[in-house]
């Protein structure tokens, strides 16, 4: 051992180097085996101690409150008298058997309603589990936030807005999001009051997120959109809002959403004709067509869209010209479909069409004839 360690004293540096770098390697390849392993071995025993537990937890609630005649018949669950005493168990003392317990509350909360789901969270406040899931809250993990904010959103209980609005805005994308869902779910008075203090932008996926949320909440509080498409700075929220103006068939913002086609950002403003389109605000028409040759392709796409979707049979002739002049193939194929969705007005203009067109603009329109084909 002497020989080897005078060996490596006296050794070129970069075998001393190699040799530093061989056993630090060794070494943290067998930490990181050893950390798999106990992490592995500490996955199946909690699998295995769920696996005992569950069974006991699903019989409880069965018993009590799933198999309830009176729940069944909906009677009100504070009328239904509820043993919680059975439900205090020494194992349930202990925290992953509280929050396997909770997790089992909330899928079985999931797939009730009625008295059986109230009940179900009258169970979670008698047995302090909301106390838990606020404790998480304070965490200074983003996940054990967002498993909170889920239990609680699940459980249909209020959080204070000083906790959740900061959460609305956090610069993790996952606590960001689940922050906002629970803010619309949870808010009774003003669920989009967070629309007013986001800065990040609100992605498509949180779009579509908050979208079924919105439209799946029932007794939810509909602001006027108006509010945040004329004075919000966050464009996400603008665009997003004008999605829901249309989903909602607010009229009463029609006025700030025409405001907005003065929008120096050209997708603001395709959206704000796209949504003007859908609501068949045919006041609209001759602005859009006076602004027309000013926009950019997307804008101008949007304005023949609008055309179409309105339905006045107006300007046909405004149509019927950029389908035969056009040099872009999509200005072409809109024009097209709005000419055959203003098909009462130009009946006889599209057989003339399709009569004396080219073969390309003869098959776009036999496409576009297609109900099946959408904008």
């Given at each position: 051992?002497?020989?080897?360690?005078y060996?490596?004293r006296?050794?070129?540096?970069?075998?001393?180097?190699?040799?530093?770098?061989?056993?630090v390697a060794?070494?943290?390849?067998?930490?990181?085996?050893?950390?798999i392993?106990?992490?592995?071995?500490k996955?199946?025993?909690?699998?295995?101690?769920?696996?005992?537990?569950?069974?006991?937890?699903?019989?409880?609630?069965?018993?009590h409150?799933?198999?309830?005649?009176?729940?069944?018949?909906?009677?009100?669950?504070?009328?239904?008298?509820?043993?919680?005493?059975?439900?205090?168990?020494?194992?349930?003392?202990?925290?992953?058997?509280?929050?396997?317990?909770?997790?089992?509350?909330i899928?079985?909360?999931?797939?009730?309603?009625?008295?059986?789901?109230e009940q179900?969270?009258?169970?979670?406040?008698?047995?302090?589990?909301?106390?838990?899931?606020?404790?998480?809250m304070k965490?200074?993990?983003?996940?054990?936030?967002?498993?909170?904010?889920?239990e609680?959103?699940?459980?249909?209980?209020?959080?204070?807005?000083v906790?959740?609005?900061?959460?609305?805005?956090?610069?993790?994308?996952?606590?960001?999001?689940?922050?906002?869902?629970?803010?619309?779910?949870?808010?009774?008075?003003?669920?989009?009051?967070?629309?007013?203090?986001?800065?990040?932008?609100?992605?498509?996926w949180?779009?579509?997120?908050?979208?079924?949320?919105?439209?799946?909440?029932?007794?939810?509080?509909?602001?006027?959109?108006?509010?945040?498409?004329?004075?919000?700075?966050?464009?996400?929220?603008?665009?997003?809002?004008?999605?829901l103006?249309?989903?909602?068939?607010?009229?009463?913002?029609?006025?700030?959403?025409?405001?907005l086609?003065?929008?120096?950002?050209?997708?603001?403003?395709?959206?704000?004709?796209?949504?003007?389109?859908?609501?068949?605000?045919?006041?609209?028409?001759?602005?859009?067509?006076?602004?027309?040759?000013?926009?950019?392709?997307?804008?101008?796409?949007?304005?023949?869209?609008?055309?179409?979707?309105?339905?006045?049979?107006?300007?046909?002739?405004?149509?019927?010209?950029?389908?035969?002049?056009?040099?872009?193939?999509?200005?072409?194929k809109?024009?097209a479909?709005?000419?055959?969705?203003?098909?009462?007005?130009?009946?006889?203009?599209?057989?003339?069409?399709?009569?004396?067109?080219?073969?390309?603009?003869?098959?776009?329109?036999?496409?576009?004839?297609?109900?099946?084909?959408?904008?």
């Amino acid at each position: 051992m002497e020989f080897s360690f005078y060996e490596f004293r006296y050794a070129p540096l970069s075998i001393q180097i190699a040799f530093i770098f061989i056993v630090v390697a060794i070494t943290c390849t067998i930490i990181a085996y050893l950390s798999i392993l106990r992490g592995r071995y500490k996955a199946y025993r909690h699998e295995k101690k769920l696996a005992s537990l569950h069974p006991v937890i699903d019989n409880l609630l069965m018993e009590h409150i799933l198999l309830n005649v009176e729940l069944a018949n909906d009677t009100p669950a504070e009328q239904v008298q509820l043993p919680v005493e059975v439900f205090r168990l020494p194992v349930f003392e202990h925290r992953w058997a509280r929050e396997a317990l909770i997790d089992r509350l909330i899928h079985y909360r999931n797939n009730v309603r009625g008295s059986m789901g109230e009940q179900l969270r009258n169970l979670y406040i008698q047995l302090n589990l909301d106390k838990d899931s606020l404790k998480k809250m304070k965490s200074h993990k983003w996940d054990k936030k967002v498993q909170a904010l889920a239990e609680l959103t699940n459980m249909n209980m209020s959080i204070a807005d000083v906790t959740i609005l900061p959460l609305t805005n956090s610069n993790n994308r996952e606590l960001r999001a689940a922050a906002r869902h629970a803010y619309i779910k949870l808010s009774k008075n003003e669920p989009f009051k967070f629309f007013d203090v986001v800065t990040e932008p609100l992605l498509l996926w949180d779009q579509v997120e908050l979208f079924k949320i919105i439209s799946t909440t029932e007794h939810i509080a509909i602001p006027n959109f108006a509010q945040w498409i004329t004075y919000s700075s966050n464009k996400t929220i603008v665009s997003f809002c004008l999605k829901l103006v249309v989903h909602y068939n607010q009229l009463s913002a029609v006025h700030a959403v025409i405001k907005l086609l003065d929008t120096k950002d050209h997708y603001l403003r395709g959206d704000a004709i796209n949504c003007l389109g859908k609501l068949k605000i045919e006041d609209v028409q001759e602005k859009l067509i006076h602004m027309y040759n000013s926009q950019p392709l997307n804008c101008r796409l949007e304005v023949l869209k609008a055309l179409g979707r309105i339905s006045s049979g107006k300007h046909v002739g405004f149509l019927r010209q950029e389908f035969l002049h056009s040099t872009d193939f999509e200005v072409r194929k809109h024009a097209a479909k709005s000419l055959i969705k203003n098909a009462w007005a130009a009946k006889g203009l599209i057989q003339e069409l399709i009569d004396t067109a080219t073969l390309e603009n003869k098959l776009i329109l036999k496409h576009c004839m297609n109900p099946l084909i959408k904008f």
